[in-house]
T-cell receptor, first 115, second 113 residues
């Protein structure tokens, strides 16, 4: 099973709303990632969790708040977003982010539109 | 400055033609991955290359890792419309003592029937 499941698949939210994106994997991976992808661009790293601890925050605005409740789950809490935050948000996991031959497996993404 | 540069950026070809996509870096990578992504979907892992000079084949796709492990290529033989998508190389890079999994700039391929 190499599946990473993201919910919801689509989300439309207002700038004053609070919403959460969810990600789940059951591959026993200890590293989980959030990426943001704008149209026709490659994914850009936002956060890395390793063994349920935040290891990397790529200077992401505080209106994005990640959470890793356990080794299988990763959330991204959204609050007071801007229209320019509209993008495809991708979750990924890998065995261990410090392994030399890291392979990351991605979810289908959440298409977020901020209105 | 992008650590992984891909070329070409865009490619539009007829069904049956061959093509090569390049992924180049000035840094050495322990391994590189290639992904294909369709619109609105997440990237799907195609292959991992690990050893310098390694060649891997996946049906009509041939992947090569440069001898110095700084570059990689993807060759598609007899392209089909189903090959259409965004091709991304990626790898784990050590930056300031921290590993980051980064993507190349991407190659958008369109195969016309």
């Amino acid at each position: 099973d190499t599946e990473v499941t993201q919910t919801p698949k689509h989300l439309v939210m207002g700038m004053t709303n609070k919403k959460s994106l969810k990600c789940e994997q059951h591959m026993g991976h200890r590293a989980m990632y959030w990426y943001k992808q704008k149209a026709k661009k490659p994914p850009e790293l936002m956060f890395v969790y390793s063994y349920e601890k935040l290891s990397i925050n790529e200077s992401v605005p505080s209106r994005f708040s990640p959470e890793c409740p356990n080794s299988s789950l990763l959330n991204l809490h959204l609050h007071a977003l801007q229209p320019e935050d509209s993008a495809l948000y991708l979750c990924a996991s890998s065995q261990d982010w410090k392994r030399l031959n890291t392979e990351a497996f991605f979810g289908q993404g959440t298409r977020l539109t901020v209105v | 400055t992008q650590l992984l540069e891909q070329s070409p950026q865009f490619l539009s070809i007829q069904e049956g033609e061959n093509l090569t996509v390049y992924c180049n870096s000035s840094s050495v990578f322990s391994s590189l991955q290639w992904y294909r992504q369709e619109p609105g979907e997440g990237p799907v892992l195609l292959v991992t290359v690990v050893t310098g000079g390694e060649v891997k084949k996946l049906k009509r796709l041939t992947f090569q890792f440069g001898d110095a492990r700084k570059d990689s290529s993807l060759h598609i033989t007899a392209a089909q419309p189903g090959d259409t998508g965004l091709y991304l190389c990626a790898g784990a890079h050590l930056t300031s003592g921290t590993y980051k999994y980064i993507f190349g700039t991407g190659t958008r391929l369109k195969v016309l029937a």
